[in-house]
């Protein structure tokens, strides 16, 4: 909710509130399975849209479409926004574009071969050091020669071409083993196997169709319907990561603003950093310190925040901090790494409290106006004014047949 320049996330009688001008310090929201995160993540984002700040999320279980309808009063509700003290009290429905890569809830949302890159696509693949060598190979020939990779029936050819001719290409390139190309041929064989082809080919996504603000100056909330995508977590994972880096490449440097350009929320971002190579942690570690001069803030949503690297966690300055859960060791551990990563509030024991906060109550701690972290607060997260739960299928079809998207993205192109 917004209040003056400020947006009012938590606290009944002690408000959090997020400044904008620091909300490029990117975030976390973190807790146990039923805590809380998905209404938190939304407050946040309708915050943002009602601030004019476009948004992009993820929704993994289809519940966030319901920003895209009013919310539905119940006794539950009255109760919670009485605890606030709110008057003045509305529900209402936020300006929403829906994606999917499979195009079947959303407008289809593909990427090309080469804008992938060999990097993000050798992870997609799976693909060993050796293996993702010579794709990179494959690449360089490929870029060298003017031929588009625009889809994977063209990497396909690519891959024997560069086998076929490895003879020619030892000298200048190095050695190409044909029992490479082969793995490789047969990781894209899995690939096509969990509905990758989908989302490879064009029109290719304009980043440019997220930055937008509705005609009352509302920022546009983006929502990738993730729900099947997320059952193939390396693909989830890997291609919310391009988008992320496509923001990062084609957004200017802007320095810091009175608010963001764009808010994202990585969702299940544990799948992120799962058995992730050096390499991919050191991407996200550099697209995460450098995006925020392109005034983007990147809210990464997950269980713990043992989930995140902490060359990522150090970088995340805005945190909500939901219940944790703790049957192990390694478990209290991290409920007391977590405890620690807070400013002592001398009214509570952090470490404790963790693990008592009830269904929407978190740990809260946003940066100051001047970038210092607050004192940790024990907050009720307000409520969203959107709709709790789906919108359905219906209504999300009618909100992507009505969008000025909707032509541009239907048809796919192939320049076979």
Request: aromatic share 8%; with cysteine; proline share 4%.
């Amino acid at each position: 909710m917004r209040i003056d320049n400020d947006l009012w996330i938590a606290g009944e009688k002690t408000r959090c509130v997020l400044h904008p001008t620091m909300a490029n310090r990117h975030g976390l929201i973190a807790g146990a399975t039923g805590t809380g995160k998905s209404v938190t993540l939304k407050v946040i984002a309708e915050s943002f849209s009602d601030l004019g700040v476009p948004v992009f999320l993820a929704d993994i279980k289809g519940d966030m479409s319901g920003l895209c309808l009013p919310g539905v009063e119940n006794d539950k509700l009255k109760e919670r926004i009485a605890r606030f003290g709110i008057t003045d009290w509305s529900y209402k429905a936020y300006p929403t574009e829906f994606f999917d890569v499979f195009g079947a809830n959303g407008h289809p949302l593909r990427v090309t071969v080469s804008e992938m890159g060999p990097l993000l696509l050798g992870r997609m693949l799976d693909l060993s050091d050796v293996q993702r060598a010579v794709l990179s190979m494959v690449f360089r020939i490929a870029d060298e020669q003017g031929l588009l990779l625009l889809d994977l029936k063209d990497l396909r050819l690519m891959l024997q071409y560069v086998g076929d001719h490895a003879d020619e290409f030892i000298l200048s390139h190095g050695t190409v083993s044909k029992v490479t190309i082969g793995a490789i041929q047969r990781s894209i064989a899995l690939l096509e196997d969990q509905g990758a082809a989908h989302f490879f080919g064009e029109p290719s996504f304009d980043i440019s169709d997220w930055m937008k603000t509705d005609a009352n100056g509302k920022g546009m909330v983006n929502i990738l319907h993730a729900v099947d995508l997320y059952s193939r977590p390396l693909l989830y994972s890997t291609f919310v990561l391009w988008l992320l880096s496509e923001l990062f490449e084609v957004l200017p440097e802007v320095g810091d603003l009175e608010k963001p350009k764009m808010i994202f929320f990585f969702d299940e971002a544990h799948l992120l950093f799962n058995d992730a190579p050096k390499y991919l942690i050191e991407k996200v570690e550099q697209v995460i310190r450098l995006i925020r001069s392109k005034g983007v803030g990147v809210y990464f949503v997950t269980q713990s925040p043992a989930d995140i690297p902490q060359v990522v966690l150090s970088q995340l300055g805005n945190r909500v901090q939901h219940a944790l859960r703790a049957y192990t060791p390694a478990e209290q551990k991290n409920i007391r790494a977590a405890a620690q990563s807070f400013r002592v509030n001398e009214n509570f024991d952090t470490e404790t409290v963790l693990t008592e906060l009830g269904t929407g109550e978190a740990l809260v701690s946003f940066l100051d106006a001047k970038g210092v972290p607050s004192v940790v607060e024990r907050a009720l997260v307000l409520p969203p004014q959107s709709l709790i739960g789906p919108a359905g299928e219906e209504k999300i079809a009618s909100v992507v047949k009505s969008s000025l998207l909707y032509s541009k993205y239907l048809e796919e192109l192939d320049r076979i």
